[in-house]
């Protein structure tokens, strides 16, 4: 073969490569959901996960997202058993002098020639070592990100929930938190999630404590171990391997790293794989589109914890509050222009207490009412005034005191409604899933390092292959020739 023809093979494989590495990773870093809705027949706590990852259907549909871990997979088995054998065939070649020496234009075009692939290796590289040193740090950053706000944000406010709960349904009138009469509310649904949770990502994060800090380091010490290796061969090229057998050798350590480069590659190409499907499926859950959170996690939430039982007992705890409320003001007000037996008019003209369903419209009641001008109370005697007007400059002391009793009552309801506010989210568990998703913002992170990583190691594990083929072949050409 001819140097030209030589430098074009050369050629045309680095573009080769090089496209297969942009190219590759696309359709992974793309890959939106794993599409369980296609298997599973609809929403139900009782989908299997495990069906619907080995469904034969669903994995020909999406057949492209796994090339690239294939790929890597293949190379790893390549490098683990073609080493061996090829490492027999060329030691028996050397032992039966196959490999003779021959004319010196011959073994010079041959030594230019392992040249370029040794410069091609360099290159490999140093780029390699970029992508694992981008994608440990930010592999190494994301992951106890995820946790941490995990725990710092969703379950906090879980826990504030539930409290504002309980000082809904409680009576402060002594100043201190009392249930109220007849309100039996139970949060312990709220506890059990909490708790639940907690303890899982307690436990996640003290495993990852042990090991994810290791990741980066790991990662550089091997990317740096690798560069030396590589830079190594310049030496024995530049030497022509003074030293004999030097080349078979060090293709053995290069098989090593080869081995764990390739095997690493794979574990973090699967991890990208996992993360951008994970992400996928937060955004079909956001969108409250078909997927696994919304076919299988809400409804799991949804049988596992009962909140529909503390949503009901909140919504009759605000309905009685609220009717009591309106009953208390009833005694003291009415829509006529008497001045006696009931000194107040009634906000919205209402008549019953079941026109006061809520805290809401209860506290628009009571801001509404007025001092009737008939009971000569309010501070201009001749017109009537607010209750807010009353409590401060009313005449009549009986009037007064009742006007700052219904104030007191209003500024409860609004407090009441504020807290119901909060509540009433949580009491659902597409929020609570919404809640918990909202502490995966370090999800591209955690995808984008992985991939990164596994791009890097895959690189890696070709360029420890040309590295064995380089020793290989310099073995060879390397000697004195004839």
Do not use: H
């Amino acid at each position: 073969m001819s140097m030209i023809s030589r430098k074009g093979l050369a050629i045309a494989a680095v573009t080769l490569l090089a496209l297969f590495v942009v190219v590759m990773p696309s359709p992974v870093s793309a890959q939106s959901s794993l599409e369980c809705q296609k298997v599973w027949p609809g929403p139900s706590s009782t989908n299997d996960v495990l069906t619907c990852l080995s469904d034969k259907d669903r994995i020909k549909d999406q057949w492209r997202y796994y090339v690239f871990p294939g790929f890597s997979a293949l190379l790893f088995l390549v490098i683990l058993i073609s080493f061996p054998i090829v490492f027999i065939c060329v030691s028996c070649c050397r032992c039966c002098s196959c490999c003779k020496p021959q004319e010196a234009e011959v073994t010079a075009n041959s030594r230019c020639f392992l040249w370029m692939w040794i410069a091609y290796a360099i290159l490999w590289s140093c780029g390699v070592v970029v992508l694992v040193i981008y994608g440990a740090k930010l592999l190494g950053a994301s992951l106890p990100a995820l946790v941490d706000d995990t725990l710092d944000g969703p379950l906090k406010y879980f826990n504030e929930t539930a409290e504002k709960i309980v000082d809904f349904t409680s009576n402060w009138s002594t100043g201190e938190r009392q249930p109220l009469p007849g309100i039996n509310l139970d949060i312990t649904t709220f506890s059990d999630v909490s708790d639940k949770v907690t303890d899982f990502l307690t436990t996640l994060k003290d495993n990852m404590n042990k090991y994810a800090g290791w990741v980066p380091i790991v990662s550089y010490c091997i990317g740096a171990v690798g560069v030396v290796l590589m830079f190594l061969m310049i030496l024995l090229a530049c030497c022509r391997c003074c030293v004999p057998c030097l080349p078979m050798g060090l293709s053995c350590v290069y098989w090593i790293f080869g081995i764990v480069y390739s095997l690493l590659g794979v574990a973090a190409i699967l991890v990208a794989y996992a993360a951008t499907v994970g992400c996928g499926e937060i955004q079909l859950q956001y969108k409250r589109e078909p997927g696994i959170l919304q076919w299988y996690a809400v409804p799991y939430c949804e049988s596992m914890f009962n909140f529909s039982s503390v949503n009901a007992e909140v919504r009759k705890t605000e309905t009685t509050y609220a009717q009591q409320a309106c009953t208390s003001l009833l005694e003291v007000c009415d829509n006529t222009l008497l001045p006696l037996p009931r000194p107040f008019t009634c906000g919205n003209n209402i008549t019953s207490a079941d026109q006061c369903p809520n805290m809401g419209t209860m506290a628009a009641v009571l801001e509404s009412s007025t001092v009737k001008a008939s009971t000569m109370a309010c501070p201009v005697p001749t017109a009537s005034c607010s209750l807010t007007e009353c409590a401060a400059n009313c005449t009549n002391p009986t009037v007064k005191s009742g006007a700052a009793q219904l104030l007191s009552v209003a500024a409860q309801a609004r407090n009441a409604s504020i807290a119901v506010s909060y509540a009433t989210p949580l009491l659902e568990c597409n929020f609570v899933v919404d809640q918990l998703l909202g502490a995966a913002g370090s999800c591209n992170d955690l995808k984008t390092g992985s991939l990164m990583l596994g791009v890097g190691f895959f690189v890696g594990g070709l360029m420890f292959g040309l590295a064995i083929y380089i020793m290989f072949r310099g073995s060879c050409v390397w000697k004195n020739p004839k």
